[in-house]
């Protein structure tokens, strides 16, 4: 191997969704890294908050051959009572063995460590879908803030080679590595989970403070575009206390002129039991439609910014709610 590839910034990539629509203008290729300081009770990826490899289990692929059982070099995988197997993460080192003795791939990895130079023969892919739709690349993940050289020489070649370019971020890394990224992009998708310290603490095990002045500092220090992106969770961000808190800070910041309002649903569950890990929220249903108009109309009305609801439309909401568009 050459003493360049070797050097090549790497990171642990947990997918590469191809042919989106969403996560910014455009048709665009996301690249999600894996691993995330924040531990959210909704998050529907949570294959992407450990920063190792990880070793899921579908059980609805798995027809008892028992192969897993006998390959397992630490004997971390037996059979339960049930005659299927059961694996004890204890002990588990992901070697991945047992993946490659799965006829039925009902063992599977969740993560590989990919150079730059993988990451963009992949992007690279769909330059033509870009050029004709305005779109281009958005990482996210997990938290790209936790690999800052390999995100920042991604958004570089993007660039250098006429790609749109975005970030999604929860905001919860130092800023000298956030700032570092954002330099690098054209818009920057950031999370705001909850507004008060207390409930971003107990729903996500991380205060808040940090993610605040990293999206003031980036509306007031960097020129690209800002999106604020905010999970409609019941219960938890929907009571008026919260709502309004969020909306105080959005218009605090004057430069955000646009929320996104992502309503929470459970499509994730099933990761969570692949991946032998507890979800809080089995018991919750999706925002009602009162919840997500009464979060729109206020964001409108104490920050002032265009709202849209789970891919509606860009700015359409605030439209609607100006009367100036009809469902």
């Known amino acids: 191997m050459s003493e360049n590839k070797r050097q090549e910034n790497t990171a ?5 969704q191809r042919y989106s629509l969403h996560d910014g203008p455009g048709i665009r290729t996301l690249v999600f890294l894996k691993g995330c300081p924040l531990r959210c009770w909704w998050c529907q990826n949570p294959e992407g908050q450990s920063l190792q490899q990880e070793l899921a289990f579908n059980p609805e692929r798995c027809i008892s051959c028992l192969r897993c059982v006998a390959t397992c ?8 009572w049930d005659g299927r197997p059961t694996i004890d993460r204890s002990i588990c080192a992901a070697c991945g063995q047992c993946v490659e003795s799965c006829f039925a791939e ?3 990895m969740y993560g590989k460590r990919k150079s730059v130079g993988e990451v963009m023969n992949e992007i690279i892919c769909d330059s033509v879908f870009y050029r004709n739709s305005g779109g281009g690349v958005t990482i996210g993940g997990g938290e790209p803030g936790l690999y800052p050289d390999f995100a920042v020489e991604v958004l570089r070649r993007s660039k250098d080679l006429g790609f749109h370019t975005a970030v999604e971020t929860s905001g919860d890394v130092p800023w000298r590595d956030l700032k570092r990224i954002l330099n690098c992009a054209d818009m920057v998708l950031f999370d705001i989970k ?7 603490l107990k729903y996500t095990g991380r205060p808040n403070r940090r993610i605040q002045e990293n999206l003031r500092r980036s509306a007031e220090e960097l020129p690209l575009e800002i999106i604020a992106r905010i999970p409609v969770i019941p219960g ?19 430069r955000i002129r646009e929320a996104h309002l992502l309503p929470y649903h459970s499509v994730g569950e099933s990761k969570y039991r ?14 009602s439609r009162e919840e997500l108009d009464t979060f729109a109309i206020i964001l ?4 002032g910014v265009e709202v849209d609801i789970g891919g ?16």
């Open 12 to 16: 642990m990539v947990f997918d590469v």
């Open 73 to 80: 070099p630490r004997k971390a995988v037996s059979v339960s």
């Open 106 to 108: 009902a063992l599977f």
């Open 236 to 254: 938890v961000n929907t009571l008026a206390e919260e709502m309004d808190t969020i909306a105080d800070f959005i218009a605090s910041l004057k």
């Open 274 to 287: 692949w991946l032998g890990k507890l979800y809080r929220l089995s018991h919750l249903g999706a925002p």
């Open 312 to 327: 509606l439309g860009r700015g359409r909401h605030s439209r609607m709610m100006r009367g100036e568009e009809q469902v």
């Open 300 to 303: 409108r009305e104490r920050a």
């Open 194 to 200: 909850t507004g008060t310290p207390g409930a971003h």
